[in-house]
């Protein structure tokens, strides 16, 4: 799928990693586009976080470049590089009420601080949780919790949201749930978001594209949709394409509907 240059939001060139000796990211390159849900799905110890913590300046690269809205931030220090991120544990101040936690980053910038109080009720509001606005976070549920964490990052107005597998520490009934709110968000905000995880069908259901990896390499980057029904090799195959298949039938087996009727 071919992408307009103006449309592009994060351009990755050429990214490596070696840890040990070990070649963890080997020359990736790929663009995201402004507004996209972009889907990075890999098994465990596929580089995904490495990838993440290199985006956000957590961890330096050996060489290559991330450029974001064209501007080459590969050096810059993790505050000064536009981009937001949610852990999978929400990372919440324990003593800090909702309203606090959403305000706390905005007070410590001099330029919005005068506005802070606006902006945290603003997205408080439409992410739904300024009614429990006065709650410590041990009094919400994981799935609140994961939503004052989404509201604290997007209060900040960052240029790309990384989210590292932030659905994952969820139960069965929650995730489902964050699962929809996570692509109302995005839509609502209009967010470039990139998102990690090993779960096919969270990807498959979020993204608008997903990039498959493998031993620091891509396999895949495209639609759902095109990597679906055009599996680029053996490894997309089995993967993706047997798992889902594998969940689908199951599903089909539960519920007493066969493919045919689909
Ligand atoms: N700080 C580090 N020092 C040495 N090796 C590391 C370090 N961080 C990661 N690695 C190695 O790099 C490889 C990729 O790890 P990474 O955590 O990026 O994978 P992942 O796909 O995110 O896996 P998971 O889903 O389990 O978190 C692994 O072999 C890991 O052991």
Avoid: W
């Amino acid at each position: 799928m071919e992408i307009l240059k103006q449309d592009i939001k994060l351009s990755v060139r050429k990214l490596y990693k070696n840890f040990d000796g070990k070649d963890v990211l080997k020359h990736l390159s790929f663009d995201v586009k402004e507004g996209e849900f972009l889907s990075v799905l890999g098994p465990s110890g596929c580089g995904k976080t490495t990838l993440l913590r290199i985006l956000i300046g957590l961890e330096s690269q050996n060489s290559g470049e991330i450029l974001l809205d064209g501007k080459d931030i590969s050096n810059l220090r993790p505050n000064e590089r536009g981009m937001g991120i949610i852990f999978q544990n929400y990372a919440l101040f324990p003593n800090m009420t909702v309203f606090e936690n959403v305000e706390y980053a905005l007070k410590l910038n001099p330029e919005v601080k005068p506005r802070s109080k606006e902006i945290a009720t603003a997205t408080l509001e439409q992410i739904g949780m300024m009614e429990h606005c006065d709650k410590k976070p041990s009094q919400l549920s994981g799935g609140q919790q994961q939503r004052v964490a989404i509201a604290r990052t997007l209060a900040l107005n960052p240029k790309v949201i990384l989210l590292d597998e932030p659905i994952s520490a969820l139960d069965v009934t929650n995730r489902e749930i964050m699962k929809r709110e996570l692509k109302e968000i995005q839509r609502k905000f209009n967010s470039t978001m990139i998102f990690i995880t090993h779960e096919q069908e969270e990807a498959f259901y979020l993204s608008d594209r997903i990039m498959v990896m493998s031993e620091g390499n891509i396999e895949q980057l495209d639609t759902p949709r095109n990597i679906y029904e055009h599996p680029a090799n053996q490894y997309i195959k089995d993967f993706v394409i047997a798992h889902l298949d594998q969940k689908l039938a199951s599903l089909e087996k539960c519920t007493g509907r066969g493919s045919h009727e689909k």
